[in-house]
Each structure stands twice: as structure tokens, then as C-alpha cells.
């Protein structure tokens, strides 16, 4: 089974990197068309953002057009200018004058660091963020080494990009995720992910080995997760910043440890509006309810309805998590699971 952040309808998402010839780096666009809510949680000790102040909810933006996840540690922050150079072509932005192309294409981003993975000056600009844009389609996503996770390391190990979606109440919530953190996500005395047990109908298509692994002492204190959890309701940018927070709960169980000093974890949260949460509040049972939420009265409340969203962003984000483990090939003297176990 193979889902992605691209089963909510409006969103998608195109890589691109270089690989080889003294590179080991990339970016991911993640598009939204037509507008999504946005809201970020950043936690850890050495974050590497931009536009990230205006998504709180008491400033004036209350919707974006693209997130972009990049390596380069802060010099790729300039990837972001290129994916705001090819919405800006397309008149996609917030409009701030008469004429269709008088717009401000609002790009939230997050940068990991895997500089070391590249020679020094290799990076991304913002060409990179340009191709990842042309490259962007609804469909299958790419996992591994490619975009955002070409140069990613996870403890000991390659990481990469991973991508899941699940289904709630009628609604779709997914994630992806650049598997770049400076904990482990595997149990060395077991070779089992952390997060395994959150696999859903044998996706991850492992047959886990049960037994020691041993690596080279490659890893490095100077990491940094970055993702992006994205569902199709109508969302406020606090509720929606509910979903990133949970989101982030995904990633700490598949990384142990996880937001430490030397990492700048960053989640965003896009909400495309698609469809309405229930409006009534007050205090919930906890009973499911079909039509999104649970029960209250015998209504659905929207507080329930946020709950049972943000409990599915935990589970996909750490789906994503342990997906781009998995699919993550070595590179840059780096071995991947693969190598390993398997």
C-alpha cells in the first residue's frame, strides 16, 4: 500500500537535487494552488526558518501558496526564492494591487543541515527551488535520497524523504517528512524502527530482522527534522497549528532522542478548506462519530473533530518518519537500513 501527502486533494509536491560530483543535497516544493491555512511548531535548539512569524495567527496572512523544505543548512534558505519566483510567473500569491500578477507568493520554509554531506559551497540556490516546483505533480511522491532528503542522516544511518496519508471521519490528513535528526530511529539491538508498530496493512514491507546491527561512526550532533502535515478541512490558523503540534508528537516516536539542542525540528501544518468542520462546541464523549469528530448530545462538536485530526497527523507523520528510513539509499559514505539488516 502506498499513500502520500498528495491524497489531500489541491496539495503537491515536486523534489529536485544533485547527487555526486561533490553533492549530496536537495529541496522539495510542497504546492498549494489554491491556497491552504498555514500554521508551523518548531521546536529544538537550532532552527533554520523563514516566513515562518506570519503564520501566527494574530498576523495578517492567513493563507499560503507553497512550503519549501530544503538542505543547505541556512544558505539553502535561498531555495525558497525560486519556488516564490515560479508562483509569482503564475500570479499565485497574496494580492497586494489592482493587476492579477500584483501578488506576494507566501512561501513558508525550513532548511536541515547536511552540509557535510556535500563539498563546501555545494548547495542549494535558488534554481533548486525553481526545478522542484516544475517537477511538482498530485500522485505518487518519491521517496528517499531525493529533494530535501538527499544529504539527510538519521543517528547513524541515511535518512530521507518519507511521505503516508490516512483516512478519518471523511477526511483525508497526510505528511511528509525530511528524516534528518540527530537521534537514532532504530533499535540497534534489534534492527526494529521505532515507529514499526504503526504500520498500516504491511506498507512498510519489511520483514523486521530481530537482530544487532553495527555501523561506522559517521553521525553527526548538527541535524534537524522538517516536514510538512497537511488535511483537507477548513481550518483557523490556531486550529491548524494544533495539527503541526501534534504532528511533531509523530516525530518523537520514531526518533529517540528527539528536539534536542542540536536539532531544529519544524513542522507546517496546510489546511485546504475543502471541507467544514461541525461548529458545535462543548464538552465531548468519547464516542466515534461517522461524520467526522465524536459524539456530543448526539452532535458532532469541532473541538472533537480537531482531536481526532490531530491524533491521525501523530500517526502519519511517524508513518513518514519510518518510510524515509526505509527508502533512504546510502550516500556520501553513509549507509542506509538497507545496508544494514536487510
Not at 262 to 269: E, H, I, L
Not at 329 to 338: M, Q
Amino acid at each position: 500500500m502506498s499513500t502520500a501527502i498528495t491524497d489531500v486533494p489541491g496539495v503537491l509536491v515536486g523534489h529536485y537535487q544533485r547527487l555526486g560530483a561533490g553533492w549530496a543535497t536537495g529541496t522539495t516544493a510542497v504546492l498549494v494552488p489554491d491556497g491552504a491555512t498555514g500554521a508551523v511548531d518548531q521546536r529544538g535548539g537550532a532552527p533554520g526558518t523563514r516566513e515562518t512569524n506570519l503564520l501566527e495567527p494574530e498576523n495578517l496572512v492567513q493563507r499560503v501558496n507553497a512550503v519549501c523544505l530544503s538542505g543547505g543548512s541556512a544558505y539553502g534558505l535561498a531555495a525558497a526564492d525560486g519556488v516564490t519566483r515560479w508562483l509569482g510567473e503564475r500570479d499565485l500569491g497574496f494580492p497586494v494591487g489592482a493587476q492579477p500578477y500584483e501578488v506576494v507568493p507566501i512561501v513558508p520554509s525550513a532548511v536541515l543541515f547536511d552540509l557535510p554531506r556535500s563539498d563546501w559551497g555545494n548547495r542549494p540556490d535558488a534554481d533548486f527551488g525553481y526545478a522542484a516546483c516544475e517537477a511538482a505533480a498530485a500522485g505518487p511522491v518519491a521517496m528517499g535520497t531525493v529533494g530535501a532528503g538527499t544529504g539527510a542522516v538519521v543517528g547513524s544511518l541515511k535518512g530521507g524523504i518519507g511521505t503516508a496519508s490516512e483516512r478519518v471521519h471523511g477526511f483525508t490528513v497526510g505528511a511528509l517528512a525530511a528524516v534528518n535528526a540527530s537521534g537514532e530511529a532504530v533499535d540497534f539491538a534489534t534492527g526494529r524502527p521505532f515507529a514499526a508498530d504503526h504500520e498500516v496493512a504491511g506498507e512498510f514491507g519489511v520483514s523486521w530482522p530481530d537482530r544487532p546491527g553495527s555501523v561506522p561512526p559517521v553521525r553527526t550532533d548538527l541535524n534537524t527534522t522538517i516536514g510538512v502535515v497537511a488535511v483537507d478541512a477548513e481550518l483557523s490558523k490556531a486550529e491548524a497549528r494544533r495539527l503541526a503540534v501534534a504532528a511533531q508528537d509523530g516525530l518523537a516516536r520514531a526518533v529517540r532522542p528527539a528536539h534536542t539542542m542540536f536539532d531544529g525540528d519544524t513542522v507546517f501544518a496546510l489546511a485546504t478548506g475543502a471541507t467544514a468542520l461541525p461548529e458545535a462546541t462543548g464538552h465531548r464523549r468519547r464516542t466515534p462519530f461517522s461524520g467526522g469528530g465524536v459524539e456530543h448530545s448526539g452532535v458532532a462538536t469541532r473541538a472533537g473533530a480537531l482531536d481526532a485530526l490531530c491524533s491521525a497527523a501523530a500517526r502519519v507523520f511517524a508513518r513518514a518518519m519510518v518510510h524515509g528510513l526505509l527508502s533512504a539509499t546510502s550516500a556520501a559514505g553513509v549507509p542506509a537500513y538497507h545496508d544494514v539488516w536487510l
